[in-house]
């Protein structure tokens, strides 16, 4: 009944924010700065953003600087999939440029849509003809289309990988970091001709033994079947996915929120402060933040359930029992793929080691070709966007690729 409740109260407070809204706006006058008008105006205006979404934001890239020029991007799907699409950047304008190496970056399915590496996605524009993984909300997904387990992640994957073509380079950012060496290896057995020619790894779930946080601790303080019966529940009318057990993008946002709550309360207290004042600069990124922050995705429940069972409750990947489709999934086949792993000296959700533990895992990848690097002064998030991000990490990112193209 958890997700119908929410229906309900997500349904009986859409009027009244839709009132606060018009009304917001209709007050927002000229030259009214800290005026009661104003007042009334900001608050209606925090009020009708207190709100969650259920559709993906635009990735809104219409252009990227390469060099000095301003090059167009136009989006073109390439593959889609009923729980997923690939979806291709594509530089469209500006002067020729020289072929730039395909990547693929991988985009976690936790709670958020792929629009919230839309930083990472730009950065990685600038050097590289892109692609990323567009992950569907579970509940507009028929349950005519099954299931959707690691497996199938894992699958979408290696299908993606192979419409882009050999010579691909994939970047994955946290969750998704686990299946994505499990794709790489089982590629690199088969001897798949597109298996990728490197494989980033950004604060990643490899090994969660390694330096334990709170994340991992509350994973582990229940057994597998309490997440069942407590977080999972069926998608509600009218939506596609109807009947659909699912791990609602809703919990998950508010397990995120609840570990830093004050740090929330007080940025919508200073969108009101800045509203008031008129600083509309302020305002605005403090708004686009959390238009993209409270959209919320939700989970195949049997991808949720395998990814807290296998990843940080039993560790299979790290203790060598990691199955795809049977087969065990064995790390050490991967000779002809380079390798980086990325860690951020203060994330709190991933923290230090774990990530690096691909490194021992893939033992056969050439010590000229395994890079690693921890970057001091961030926390999980300034691993993949920010200032760091822009000006410490990428270079070594986009350095590795250059270095490592088929």
């Not at 569907?136 to 005519?144: F, M």
């Not at 921890?374 to 986009?398: A, L, M």
Request: aromatic share 10%; proline share 6%.
């Amino acid at each position: 009944m958890l997700y119908q409740a929410y229906q309900l109260q997500s349904d009986l407070m859409s009027p009244f924010r839709l009132m606060a809204q018009s009304l917001g706006s209709s007050l927002w006058f000229k030259d009214t700065e800290n005026s009661p008008v104003r007042r009334v105006a900001a608050a209606c205006d925090v009020f009708s953003r207190l709100r969650l979404t259920h559709s993906r934001p635009g990735y809104g890239i219409a252009s990227v600087h390469v060099g000095e020029n301003e090059i167009g991007i136009t989006e073109e799907v390439v593959l889609s999939q009923p729980f997923g699409t690939l979806i291709h950047f594509k530089k469209t304008d500006g002067p020729a440029q020289g072929p730039q190496p395909p990547v693929l970056l991988v985009a976690p399915l936790s709670g958020h849509f792929a629009t919230l590496l839309r930083e990472t996605l730009r950065t990685l524009l600038q050097d590289h003809d892109v692609y990323i993984t567009d992950w569907h909300n579970a509940r507009d997904v028929s349950l005519s289309h099954g299931a959707f387990a690691l497996d199938d992640y894992a699958e979408h994957m290696i299908r993606f990988i192979e419409a882009i073509g050999p010579g691909v380079h994939v970047v994955a950012v946290c969750q998704p970091c686990v299946a994505a060496l499990a794709a790489t290896a089982i590629m690199a057995e088969d001897d798949n001709p597109c298996q990728p020619s490197s494989l980033t790894l950004m604060a990643g779930p490899v090994d969660c033994r390694v330096n334990p946080t709170g994340v991992n601790t509350l994973a582990i303080s229940k057994p597998i079947e309490w997440f069942e019966k407590n977080l999972i529940s069926h998608v509600p009318m009218p939506h596609k996915g109807f009947m659909r057990r699912v791990y609602p993008g809703f919990i998950q946002l508010t397990a995120f929120i609840s570990m830093n709550p004050e740090r929330h309360k007080q940025q919508f207290k200073d969108m009101y402060k800045y509203l008031l004042e008129g600083d509309l600069d302020k305002a605005n990124t403090i708004r686009n933040f959390y238009d993209e922050y409270l959209a919320v995705n939700d989970l195949p429940a049997e991808f949720y359930l395998e990814t807290v069972a296998k990843v940080f409750q039993t560790y299979d990947l790290p203790r060598g029992v990691l199955t795809y489709k049977g087969r065990t999934v064995n790390p050490a086949a991967i000779r002809r793929t380079a390798l980086m792993t990325v860690e951020g000296e203060r994330d709190d959700i991933c923290s230090v080691g774990q990530t690096m533990a691909a490194q021992d895992l893939a033992t056969n990848v050439r010590p000229s070709q395994r890079t690693h690097h921890i970057q001091t002064g961030v926390g999980h998030y300034g691993v993949f966007s920010g200032k760091k991000w822009n000006q410490q990490i990428y270079p070594r990112v986009r350095d590795m690729i250059y270095a490592n193209q088929a």
